[in-house]
């Protein structure tokens, strides 16, 4: 049973009893001036009630066919909210937990010392306002098919969105076609950034329009790209920062009271550099020159300056310089121009000339024997180009004398074997040399037969088996690599040698099957007929 007592009416209590008896509600009304009167009446019903459905048992068990009460389950499960606590951020209600199953409505709330119904804030997710700077929020939802609500746990304070702070730069060319970068290195914040450029009133930003700025249509990326209606105007950039109030805007671009203009001028210098000597190449060196586009180039010849003609063809960076005679003598320079400029930009001019005729010396190093290798010595050759190599032969002719100079065919590198065919005669190097004229010979060899293998060559160890012997060279001619030969004598010493398989190298260790012998060793040299033998030690004596 339920007892509502309403407010006062015109001086009369009218009280309420509902009585619930067996799924039913029983309702009794009755006014009066005395609440005595009303009481009285309750009891009443209550006991009409008891002596119609008994006194409930606490330990009866539940019936599962008693007939439904009539109200609606009790809502259950819980909703919290996700989002950032600052102003202009959204926060959203979240119902995964929360139970039941109907249309859910929300209802937004705000608290500074009571909670209060923020008006029409009734979606899933709400917008903070200025005006909920410092205050808590709460969200109370409700499901249809259940009664009672579920309320959030509260968010807050709720602070500001933080002003954005920093500075954007303008960086690039002040000419129609230049892309102009915003550098946002030193903007605040870190959330995404978004750019307006905008272009200022005709004449820039002189002090008579300088907050006449307008948006520029589309132009929202991080660079822009110069137009023609830009032209006599001064460029900004103004950038806005997720997560952060306000703006930034760039200085005016150009600075000052420059304007953008059409295309400039090409500035900068270019140069010649190489030898401007015929059969030479001159190459135009444009690392001075102003600007960043495509660069062309045309080669230029006069015999008198200031009258140039365009030699037809040459319009690359480089120009090889042709023996014709129109060159020769004749002097050259090159124009460039690039893409995005206007005008051009001349070298100074050089004079072509034969090139200057080649001094030094070379000398041929190495032994002149069959079979060795010279070697041309070009280190005190006069100029810096490459170096081409020929080399000479001569025989000698009826009466003892020399003859002349030949080529010998194939032999142009910087070194050169004697062979057979060369016994008792002459050979030289001619040398030439790029950028120069003329040629060095060097002074003739005469090839010899090589001198066969002279010196000594000596042992020394003990002759006991298991130690080691030595060859000593020190003694030996030539200047080749050495070979080696141990041998062992007969029993007792003497004729017939034998060489000692695998002994090859300049020492040897001593084996029994050396025992009652002698030993020694025979030397080669690379570069030299021949061969030295030491002398014997021995007999070789068991330890």
Known sequence: MALHM???????????????IGGRRVIAKQGGFLMRKTMVLVGIVLVLGLMLVG???DNAPPSDNAPPLGNAPPLTGTVTITGTAEVGQTLTANTADLGGNGNITFQWQRMRNTWHNITNATSSTYVLQSYDLNWYI???VTRSGNSDSVISAPVGLITNVPTLTGGVIITGNTWVGQTLTANTSYLGGSGYISFQWQRSEVGGGSPANLLAWT????ATDSTYILGSGDVNRQIRVVVTRAGNSGRVNSGNFPSSFSTITNLPPLIGTVSVTGN????QTLTANTAALGGSGHISFQWQHSNSPPHWDNISGATSSTFDIPSWSAIRNHYVRVSVTRSGYSGSVVSGWRRVTDPPLLDGTVRIEGDAWVGQTLTANTSNLGGSGNISFQWLRRARVVGGAWGNWANISGETGSTFVAR???LDRQVA????????????ISWERTITNIPALTGTVSVTGTTWVGHTLTANTAGLGGSGHISFQWQRSAIGGGAPWTNISGATSGIYILQSGDVNRHIRVRVTRAGNPGNVYSGTVGPIFNW
């Open 6 to 20: 309403p407010p006062r009416r015109g001086g009369i209590i009218l009280v309420i009893a509902h009585l619930r």
């Open 55 to 57: 006194c409930p048992s």
């Open 138 to 140: 709460r969200v109370i």
């Open 215 to 218: 948006n520029i249509s589309g």
């Open 276 to 279: 401007t000597w015929v059969g």
């Open 420 to 422: 057979a065919i060369d």
């Open 429 to 440: 190097v001619r040398v030439t040399r790029a950028n120069n004229s003329g040629y060095v």
